[in-house]
């Protein structure tokens, strides 16, 4: 009588694994000020609205390059021009126009910032709106606040093993990369204090924030 015997298939036991968050920050100073400056006019003709706009502008431009900004770092943001009219009797009557072009001036010396408001403003500038702070390369601060976020995965899994009493292994088989975009911030400026101030205009730098978040598998 033949005997059959059928082998016995023995599953690999399940990984356990412990997944854990970390995060890494950096605070950095920026090295780069992108500021919102621009000239606006009103006439009762569109002509002369938009000569006297040139006219400034153009002024303007001229004092920027001779304090050392470059024209490549002079760009247009925006240029609109706006019918305006009065309703006072009940009727739309058309009274002249206003015309606005707005420059995005980038600087790569934040401690000039002040000097290039103030420069704008006396020659022909009467509108400004914010500050960016910037980084040229943000690379190299980001790839630093993930190699923090990895270690500080890392930390966590090892004070969970050591409180369970578990064998951790410290190389994780899984990392996850969950990235929080920088924070840029942005500063109003009032047109006003600057037109008024005889001293250079105080600009301060604020600190840019780049936050990152992975998640980590680690085998016990």
């Not at 005997?3 to 356990?16: D, H, L």
């Not at 009762?44 to 490549?72: Q, T, Y």
């Not at 064998?167 to 006003?192: F, G, K, N, Y």
């Amino acid at each position: 009588m033949q005997e059959w015997y059928m082998p016995i298939q023995r599953s690999k036991p399940a990984v356990k694994t412990i997944t854990v968050t970390g995060q890494g920050t950096i605070i950095t100073k920026p090295d780069t000020v992108i500021i919102t400056l621009g000239v606006r006019t009103e006439h009762k003709n569109v002509h002369e609205a938009l000569a006297e706009n040139a006219k400034r502008a153009n002024a303007m431009i001229h004092a920027l390059k001779a304090i050392g900004v470059s024209e490549e770092n002079i760009d247009t943001a925006s240029f609109s021009i706006y019918p305006k009219y009065d309703y006072s009797n009940g009727n739309a009557a058309l009274i002249g126009y206003e015309v606005e072009h707005i420059f995005d001036i980038t600087v790569k010396d934040p401690k000039s910032v002040g000097n290039i408001y103030d420069t704008a403003v006396q020659n022909g500038a009467n509108i400004a709106r914010h500050i960016q702070f910037r980084l040229a390369n943000e690379q190299p601060y980001y790839q630093q606040a993930l190699s923090l976020a990895v270690k500080n995965a890392k930390e966590k899994a090892i004070v969970i093993a050591r409180t369970l009493g578990l064998p951790l292994h410290d190389i994780p088989i899984q990392v996850t990369e969950e990235s929080v975009a920088p924070s840029i911030p942005r500063t109003p400026s009032s047109i006003a204090t600057l037109a008024a101030s005889k001293a250079v205009t105080p600009i301060q730098t604020q600190d840019i924030i780049i936050t990152t978040t992975v998640q980590a598998v680690f085998p016990y």
